[in-house]
């Protein structure tokens, strides 16, 4: 929501409300609204707060509200805080606390924490605490991390908590982290830590890696950098993830570089992939890179696949892509196994196409099968196709066994 500061001297007047709710311009409107608010709590905040019911719409109430509020607050805290208990419970007044609140800790931040505390409950006082600890960081976010630690049990507190994270991750992500660090180990020091990490990578990634590098407890946090890294540059990224000496960390490192730089380079990601040392990681990996590009590029998908030297990690891979392209592209899978008949994978194709069609277009897909070169895989892909097909549709599959009697064998051998 917009917000405005209280009008100073001579700045030109807000337009009339009834002027202002006519308009059709969402962002204008608002901006007028809040204008009005400040303008109107100089000079009488309690009728300015009476006009709030003329105001329709939950957006408009808040944008004239939360300025109204703010610059209340600003002289008589008291007065303003007083004033949000008679609106009606909800989004609305918590929001008012809040506007208030934040006001208030901008001059006595550990007074308008503990008042929000004692005094509110539910929604308004999780959204005040906030409003509180945002403002507290701004001077002093040591002292306010510490105040909402003695709250960290409570959701408002370790709401507050994160916070006070997200002004470190802004202004000093490695104090944050620091202090993140010393946390009790957990999800909510994960948590935390993991807001400061992020926003630290994203533009200072090397120095979030050896931020993680000398504190080994916090190893399993790697991936957080390895996943913004990886925007700026994968390649950096993905080295730095090898290198970890942790193997948890390391493998979860490796999959958020691979993950992320897949989805905008998949052959150079695959590229790199191919020097990993270790080939299960290698083909794990390789699989999910290859499952995505095929979901988008399955022929290219597939052209990497075939050109794989180790027999069984070219099936694997090969397997993948069919099995996605079945999933994601019927139709064009059909048309490139009618254009290449013969080829090798043409039989996992016509496998898989033939799965994707056994509950829709089970005739198609016994015809596919059909056409499986290995009499093996044939057997047991048509047995399979008959097998779900009289489970799904009983009458529609002994209709076609009596006018292909030749096929029932077929369903009794599986």
């Not at 408002?156 to 490695?174: C, Y």
């Not at 993830?241 to 905008?264: E, F, N, Y």
Request: hydrophobic content about 45%; some cysteine.
């Amino acid at each position: 929501m917009v917000v405005v500061d209280a009008l100073p001297s001579g700045m030109r007047q807000p337009q009339p409300l009834d002027v202002i709710l006519t308009s059709l311009d969402p962002e204008w409107r608002r901006i007028e609204l809040a204008a009005l608010g400040a303008e109107k709590a100089s000079r009488d905040p309690r009728a300015a707060l009476a006009l709030v019911a003329s105001i329709p719409g939950l957006a408009d109430r808040q944008a004239y509200l939360r300025q109204l509020l703010g610059t209340w607050a600003a002289t008589d805290p008291g007065a303003a805080l007083e004033a949000c208990g008679t609106l009606p419970p909800g989004e609305l007044r918590a929001m008012a606390y809040a506007a208030a609140s934040a006001v208030w800790a901008e001059k006595a931040p550990r007074q308008a924490a503990e008042w929000a505390a004692s005094h509110l409950t539910g929604t308004a006082r999780a959204a005040s605490m906030q409003a509180v600890a945002r403002a507290w960081a701004k001077e002093d976010p040591d002292a306010a991390a510490q105040w909402a630690l003695t709250r960290a049990s409570t959701r408002e507190g370790a709401a507050a908590i994160l916070a006070v994270m997200e002004h470190w991750a802004n202004t000093g992500p490695q104090d944050g982290a620091d202090w993140a660090a010393k946390l009790s180990p957990g999800a909510f020091r994960d948590t935390a830590l993991s807001s400061v990490l992020a926003e630290w990578a994203d533009q200072y990634p090397d120095k979030a890696a050896r931020w993680i590098d000398s504190h080994p407890e916090c190893a399993g946090l790697a991936s957080v950098i390895a996943h913004a890294w990886t925007e700026a540059d994968p390649q950096a990224a993905a080295a730095w993830a090898t290198r970890l000496p942790d193997p948890d960390a390391r493998a979860a490192a490796q999959h958020a570089v691979i993950s992320s730089w897949a989805a905008a380079d998949p052959a150079q990601a695959l590229s790199w992939l191919g020097s990993l040392p270790d080939a299960q990681q290698r083909i794990q990996l390789t699989s999910a890179v290859i499952g995505a590009w095929a979901a988008d590029e399955p022929v290219a998908a597939l052209h990497h696949a075939d050109a794989q030297q180790a027999s069984e990690e070219r099936a694997t891979l090969q397997d993948q892509v069919l099995s996605t392209w079945a999933a994601s592209s019927p139709d064009q899978l059909a048309d490139w196994i009618q254009k290449n008949p013969a080829l090798h994978s043409t039989d996992t194709a016509r496998q898989h196409l033939a799965a994707a069609w056994t509950r829709t277009e089970p005739e198609r897909a016994l015809t596919l099968a059909g056409g499986i070169r290995q009499p093996p895989l044939r057997q047991e892909v048509i047995s399979r196709i008959l097998a779900d097909w009289q489970e799904s549709n009983a009458t529609a599959a002994d209709a076609f066994l009596r006018r292909y009697p030749q096929m029932a064998h077929r369903l009794d051998s599986h």
